[in-house]
């Protein structure tokens, strides 16, 4: 069972135009992060978000905390074709146990067509 | 600033044979993490060790060994690879355990078992 779905999978959209892209759980997050991947490389954090209801802004990017801390979203403004990648948000759980755990979404795939 | 290395980059196997994917990390971290990477599945924990002298299972840790040699190495040791080993294998590294810590991951290991 996957505890983060991100929506849509796959995202292929004209350079300019705006775009947001998901991170949807039924489980409550200490924190959520957001990683873009891209080709042949790892993961490199863009944010992290840890209030319900936290907006950060990152250049043209801005990421969204939901209020009951279950959802995320990222919005792109005015895309560039160097905003093309695999985009990834992680959200921390406490366990049962009190251990902290990262749970991976499963990615959108971002490309922005020249 | 290399930040983590990961050898090899690109490996074939058959299946049965073992073989050390080696992680290095030069930010003196505390923490270190193995992952594994499949299509539509996300990032998923193999093993991590939070500090030095200390490793712990993840969420798929079956047919994984695991050393933390020193406080800048974590190696990760498949001792008999089979075919669902197939994946793409990603080291990464944090000052602290945590989930709203910053990972630093490296570039990958390709990974095929025929």
């Known amino acids: 069972t996957q505890l983060l779905e991100q929506s849509p999978q796959f995202l292929s959209i004209q350079e300019g135009e705006n775009l947001t892209v998901y991170c949807n759980s039924s489980?409550?997050?200490?924190?959520l992060q957001w990683y873009r991947q891209e080709p042949g490389e790892g993961p490199v954090l863009l944010v992290t978000v840890v209030t319900g209801g936290e907006v950060k802004k990152l250049k043209r990017l801005t990421f969204q905390f939901g209020d009951a801390r279950k959802d995320s979203s990222l919005h792109i403004t005015a895309a560039q074709p160097g905003d093309t990648g695999l985009y990834l948000c992680?959200?921390?759980?406490?366990?049962?146990?009190?251990?902290?755990?990262?749970?991976f979404g499963t990615g959108t795939r971002l490309t922005i067509i020249p | 600033n290399a930040g983590v290395t990961q050898t090899p980059k690109f490996q074939v196997l058959k299946t049965g044979q073992s073989m050390t994917l080696q992680c290095a990390q030069d930010?003196?971290?505390?923490?270190m993490y193995w992952y594994r990477q499949d299509p539509g599945m996300g990032l998923r924990l193999i093993y991590y060790?939070?500090?030095?002298?200390?490793?712990d299972k993840g969420e798929v840790p079956n047919g994984y060994n695991v050393s933390r040699l020193n406080k800048r190495e974590f190696s990760l040791r498949l001792e008999s690879a089979a075919p669902s080993q197939t994946s793409v294998y990603f080291c990464?590294?944090?000052?602290?355990?945590?989930?709203?810590?910053?990972?630093?991951f490296g570039s990958g290991t390709q990974l095929s078992v025929l």
């Open positions: 930010m003196n971290h505390n923490s």
């Open positions: 992680a959200g921390g759980l406490i366990s049962n146990f009190g251990n902290e755990k990262l749970t």
């Open positions: 489980s409550v997050f200490s924190s």
């Open positions: 060790s939070a500090s030095e002298g200390t490793t």
């Open positions: 990464a590294s944090s000052l602290f355990p945590g989930t709203n810590e910053k990972l630093f």
